[in-house]
């Protein structure tokens, strides 16, 4: 038993210090160019992880996440632009306005659940979109807002990488501690049972506030570290498509595990670049890929190699109880 | 009086489902609610919980009134309740199904950073051990049997420290051997804890072994109430309720 633990431990250990350290170093032998697509896979997963902090542990199917994530992209763009405020402010503004944005969207959209709440997320998403795309005095309309002043130090493709993958793992790690908390506990209690949640005198609409809220503060440093990476932002940050490829990314890593949005990122961007680069039909293959995961895979990439796994192990188990007289 | 509804009423349509509905409770009884299917049981229990708002009349909890409080915050004052139909945390493994529970009751539902696998565990497998599913804990609450989860339910309610309890339909889909555990199950809990007990049963052995008192519903109108011998000896409730079952 306790050593089945440790073998666990050291696995899950092993793998995180792999990683690490593949993260740490790949500027040095990866081109620019895989260094790009890597930080916006970084930035992808921590959109998708705080997405699913609603989609997955809280079930509650949102579809206007990109809405927030542009509301934190802009508010740098438009700080470092507008106000020239200093950098760091102007990254550390965008969570707290995505927050305040999710505070007021979210105490409408937890007035109603499932298909309802839904339609109402996609609406405030869109809401959204139109004033980035019409108030160009302000955020520049359909022109988007370039060249901004982001600090020298960051011109460079290895620093921006860095700062990303700082920002990303002290967020997930606050997401994954949050997941692990009575808070997120509760928050699953919530999604497998509203009303018997309730009568255990859980105030699910204020949990569900809540939920919103922190969703929106991660999504909003999303937005911000795209922001940076890309040094323009654009009212596309803000449209549906956006969000699809959001929840896209949860449901192709699996939406009840944490790592489900990090690794949905990965393989996702990957393909896309991968069948982008060969053909302008990235659209129809992307359905195709949504189709046979609603289909054949409902728990995802993460959700099926964990079941793999599990069957494996009771396998072996069954197997060494037999080899004992 | 722990617990009383006056002239409680409620109608869908034109159906009155709970007509003028009162009684009183007292602290520490084993009050039953009988009657045909349609009765409005159920219906009443959600009202007395706040999933329905009554067209008139009150619910008064501890000298309270509470008829127009929303669901949880009645919880909070300490009524715990059951579902006629399976009401767990299918997902949750059966220990955290329970220790969410005791979160909520420790007021610590809201903790952001702290880790919650290694808190609330006394409590949570003290009252696992008490509705008899410790052994099963790291299951998950859907993969358990059905009777099991109806325990689990129980548990949960348990976990709010509650002086009410209602249970609607505790044995219902229970096999003879487990409506006989659950039934010696929710005596010892009530005598345990102290508790105060209403719950709708259709299983007459149930409902003659453990009540204190019986209350009869017939069409939303609360017919009868008396003890157990005085219900079995009335000619109304034997004629259109008791009376269906005799051959």
């Known amino acids: ?325 | 009086m722990i617990f009383e509804t006056q002239k409680l009423t409620k109608s869908f349509g034109g159906l009155t489902a709970v007509d003028e509905v009162s009684l009183g409770i007292q602290k520490g009884e084993l009050v039953s609610i009988i009657g045909p299917n349609g009765a409005g049981k159920t219906t009443l229990f959600n009202l007395l919980t706040g999933h329905l708002l009554p067209d008139n009349g009150k619910v008064i909890f501890q000298g309270r009134d509470v008829t127009r409080l929303p669901p949880y915050a009645i919880s909070r004052m300490g009524i715990g309740r059951s579902f006629q139909r399976l009401n767990i945390f299918p997902r949750l493994t059966t220990f955290e199904n329970v220790q969410v529970a005791v979160f909520s009751a420790q007021r610590k539902c809201h903790r952001l950073f702290s880790r919650a696998q290694n808190m609330a565990q006394e409590e949570t497998e003290t009252i696992l051990e008490s509705v008899g599913l410790l052994d099963k804990k790291k299951l998950k609450g859907g993969l358990l049997a059905h009777g099991d989860q109806k325990r689990l339910e129980i548990g949960i309610a348990l976990a709010v420290h509650p002086s009410l309890l209602l249970l609607d339909e505790p044995t219902q889909g229970m096999s003879p051997r487990e409506t006989g555990q659950t039934t010696e199950l929710i005596q010892k809990l009530v005598k345990q804890r102290g508790l105060t007990l209403i719950f709708v049963e259709h299983d007459m052995s149930v409902v003659f072994g453990i009540s204190d008192h019986i209350k009869v519903m017939h069409q939303g109108r609360m017919i009868f109430s008396g003890k157990p011998e005085e219900v079995k000896n009335n000619d109304e409730v034997q004629r259109i309720y008791l009376g269906e079952k005799k051959p």
């Not at chain 1, 079930?59 to 020239?84: D, E, K, W």
């Not at chain 1, 949640?197 to 991660?218: K, M, T």
């Not at chain 1, 054949?296 to 099926?304: C, I, K, T």
């Open chain 1, 1 to 325: 038993m306790t050593k089945n633990f440790a073998t666990k431990v050291f696995s899950i250990g092993f793998w995180l210090i792999v990683s690490a350290i593949f993260l740490l170093t790949l500027p040095l032998f990866l081109q620019a160019s895989w260094v790009s697509l890597i930080n916006e896979m970084l930035i992808m997963a921590l959109a998708g992880t705080a997405l699913n902090l609603m989609l997955g542990y809280g079930g509650m199917v949102s579809f206007g996440p990109a809405g927030l994530y542009a509301v934190g992209a802009y508010t740098t763009a438009i700080l470092l632009t507008r106000y020239g405020l200093p950098f760091p402010l102007a990254v550390l503004a965008a969570p707290l306005a995505a927050a305040a944005v999710g505070l007021i969207v979210g105490w409408f959209c937890v007035r109603r659940s499932a298909v309802y709440f839904a339609l109402l997320t996609l609406a405030f998403a869109q809401i959204i979109w139109t004033v980035i795309f019409e108030w160009y005095d302000f955020t520049g309309g359909d022109n988007g807002i370039v060249s901004i002043p982001i600090p020298e130090l960051l011109y460079s493709i290895t620093h921006v990488y860095y700062f990303s993958l700082a920002v990303v793992t002290v967020c997930l790690f606050l997401l994954w501690k949050i997941v692990h908390s009575p808070f997120g506990t509760t928050l699953q209690a919530i999604r497998e049972n509203p009303m018997r949640a309730e009568f255990i005198a859980v105030h699910v609409r204020r949990y569900q506030l809540a939920v919103f809220v922190l969703s929106s503060f991660f999504l909003g440093v999303a937005g911000s570290l795209f922001c940076v990476f890309a040094g323009s932002v654009f009212p596309d940050y803000a449209h549906w498509v956006k969000s699809t490829d959001m929840l896209v990314v949860c449901l192709l890593g699996g939406i009840y595990h944490f790592a489900g949005p990090i690794v949905g990122s990965g393989v996702y961007i990957l393909i896309s670049k991968i069948i982008s680069k060969n053909t302008t039909y990235w659209m129809f293959f992307l359905g195709i890929i949504v189709v046979i995961l609603v289909l054949y895979m409902r728990n995802g990439l993460v959700g099926f190699a964990a079941e793999k796994l599990a069957q494996m192990k009771n396998r072996s188990e069954v197997k060494k109880n037999k080899d004992v007289p």
